[in-house]
C-alpha cells in the first residue's frame, strides 16, 4: 500500500469510488494472480463477523477502484464504522490496510425516484 488510509468519509446514499493502491515490498504495482481477492469490507465495529459492505476485486494491477453505490449505504444510520482492505492468497488472508475509520454522514437532499 502507497500511503494508509486513516479515515473514509462519505455522505449516505451517495456514490463514491475508493481508490486502492498496491505495491509489492519493492514499490512494484501488485497484480493480482488468479484466484487473489482485494477484498474492501466495512463492519460496526473490529468485534463483528457481519459484513454491512463488502466489495471484492478480483483483476488488476496496481491501483483498484472500489465503487460504493448509494445502495451499499442508503440503509445505514449515520456514524463511525470500521472498514479495511484485504488481499486474500488461496487459504491465507493478509491486510494491506489495518482496520480505520468509516464515517457516514447523514444527508439532507435525498434522491427522488425518477
Known amino acids: 500500500m502507497s ?13 463514491n469510488t475508493v481508490q486502492i493502491d ?10 493480482l494472480a488468479d484466484g487473489e ?5 466495512v463492519k460496526r465495529n473490529a468485534a463483528s463477523s457481519e459484513y454491512l ?10 491501483s483498484y477502484a ?15 464504522y470500521l472498514f479495511d482492505v ?3 492468497s488461496g487459504g491465507d488472508y493478509y ?4 482496520a480505520s475509520a468509516f464515517v457516514i454522514r447523514a444527508s439532507v437532499t435525498k434522491k427522488e425516484a425518477t
Do not use: H
Open 3 to 15: 500511503s494508509p488510509m486513516n479515515i473514509l468519509e462519505i455522505i449516505r446514499g451517495t456514490t
Open 22 to 31: 498496491v505495491t509489492d515490498a519493492g514499490g512494484t504495482p501488485y497484480a
Open 37 to 41: 481477492v482485494l477484498r474492501f469490507g
Open 53 to 62: 459492505i463488502r466489495k471484492d476485486v478480483t483483476t488488476g494491477t496496481g
Open 66 to 80: 472500489v465503487t460504493l453505490t448509494p445502495e451499499d449505504t442508503a440503509g445505514l444510520a449515520p456514524g463511525s
Open 86 to 88: 484485504g488481499l486474500q
Open 95 to 98: 491486510n494491506i490496510i489495518p
